[in-house]
């Protein structure tokens, strides 16, 4: 059964004289005077251990302290497992009984992503309620801009997608030979497919890469029959009917993503169509990816963030977009969940000049801002955002503090880019980030105020 937390302390708990030592020791205090997170994480973890026979699982307790670990030192799940067995300051805060043997690199992972995006917020709630108790953020003055983070994914080309469709049709009819004993005609093309891939990619003028391409749907196509050939096979003749259930998983999963590819493929390069970004596919294996072009030249493939900011640099408030909503449509659901999160609106708002807009700026008065500033102007008076011109210079300095915020994050906290596979393991990792991000700040911010 999994357990929530450790059932006894160490006494020979050891956290280094040196400031991330301390810092850990604060954490590990301010996590132990929030001992209901821990049940969020539990609840989060009851679907792993199914039975009590064999070794005993992580405790919740140990997940969320070894997650935290990870994410404010910026670790691979590899480095992890060696701080663990390498550093007693590591051992100690993640509460573990050195008697028993450490977590492996798989466990560790395997644990640590069933966290989920919901219950990473409501942490990240609990050190803003912290912060506001302590007086370290007020959230009456916040500053607002997006950036953008992208997921683990090459450049996306028509070529390379078409290239990709096809080596995933072949490990399907591989692993269909495999499933039965009676043969099933196919030819694999990955060799072919990848060559015509690169023949494209080296090849000047539309002109010339038509014809490549014709090729190349061609070996598509094929592939797409001889897939559908080995589902009827495997329908009749299979009797692994788990290995057929997750073949077919896989094949209902990846079919309709590849035809969109081809779909999308024909009308760009047979039909001359421009096609709208909203229906096309950058990826197979991470369909959740947007395209966001940022300042009109810089292309980004991932997913928008808008984040909010305080005087004390914490983060506020995050929010992961869907698509590429312009940022003047952001500006005012940003500012009703401040008010949500803190019952009132902020007293004064900076934010960047891409949201900008009368209508907005009519909306943040509305909602009781006092001052709101954008970095632009775009045809917004200075008296009109501010009551005076030294109030909008302020606000304007202190809306450029949030890009090191953001450079932070990035830097030091892995946002640059996400490298956990699938859309809901997307939203874990940009929320595990804010919460890293926030933890190590509201500690040193804390440790100071001490």
């Known amino acids: 059964m999994k357990q929530s937390h450790t059932t006894q302390h160490s006494i020979f708990d050891f956290y280094p004289e040196h400031e991330l030592g301390k810092e850990l020791k604060f954490i590990s205090g301010w996590l132990d005077k929030n001992p209901d997170l821990i049940e969020w994480v539990q609840r989060d973890l009851t679907n792993i251990c199914k039975n009590n026979a064999g070794r005993n699982s992580l405790t919740a307790e140990s997940v969320l302290r070894c997650a935290i670990l990870k994410q404010t030192k910026n670790l691979t799940y590899e480095d992890l497992e060696f701080s663990l067995i390498d550093s007693l300051s590591c051992q100690t805060f993640g509460r573990f009984d050195l008697s028993k043997p450490l977590p492996k690199r798989s466990a560790l992972q395997s644990n640590i992503a069933r966290i989920s995006d ?3 917020e409501v942490i990240s709630q609990q050190i803003l309620k912290d912060a506001k108790i302590q007086k370290i953020e007020k959230g009456d003055v916040i500053r607002i801009d997006s950036t953008v983070t992208d997921t683990d994914i090459h450049e996306p080309t028509d070529s390379w997608l078409l290239w990709d469709s096809v080596r995933t049709m072949a490990r399907l009819m591989d692993k269909a030979v495999t499933l039965t004993q009676c043969t099933i005609p196919w030819v694999n ?10 023949e494209i990619f080296n090849t000047k003028g539309i002109e010339k890469k038509v014809p490549l391409y014709e090729i190349l749907l061609k ?3 094929n592939s797409l029959k001889y897939v559908k050939a080995a589902e009827q096979v495997l329908k009749e003749n299979c009797t692994d009917i788990v290995a057929y259930d997750s073949w077919l998983t896989q094949k209902n999963h990846f079919i309709p993503l590849i035809m969109k590819v081809v779909d999308q493929t024909q009308r760009r390069v047979f039909n001359e169509e421009n096609v709208p970004a909203s229906e096309k ?22 997913h928008k963030l808008n984040l909010s900011s305080g005087k004390s640099s914490l983060i506020l408030d995050m929010v992961i977009e869907t698509g590429n909503p312009a940022d003047t449509e952001r500006f005012l659901p940003m500012l009703e969940r401040h008010k949500d999160n803190y019952g009132e609106a902020p007293r004064q708002c900076s934010v960047d000049g891409g949201y900008a807009s009368i209508d907005n700026l009519e909306q943040a008065k509305l909602f009781g801002v006092e001052d709101a500033v954008f970095s632009k102007k775009k045809g917004l008076a200075i008296e009109n955002m501010a009551k005076s011109q030294w109030v909008h210079r302020q606000l304007k300095h202190f809306r450029a503090g949030v890009e090191s915020n953001i450079s932070c994050l990035k830097r030091a906290y892995g946002l640059t880019r996400c490298t956990w596979k699938g859309w809901v393991h997307f939203k874990q990792y940009i929320w595990s980030s804010v919460v890293a991000y926030n933890l190590t700040l509201f500690a ?3 440790l100071k105020q001490a």
């Open 444 to 446: 040193r911010l804390s």
């Open 281 to 302: 596919i950058f990826s197979l294996f991470e369909e959740h990816t947007d395209i966001i072009i940022k300042g009109g030249r810089d292309i980004k493939y991932g």
């Open 189 to 198: 093309h990955r060799r072919g497919a990848k060559k015509k891939m690169h």
């Open 219 to 221: 070996y598509t196509h």
């Open 118 to 120: 919901v219950t990473w």
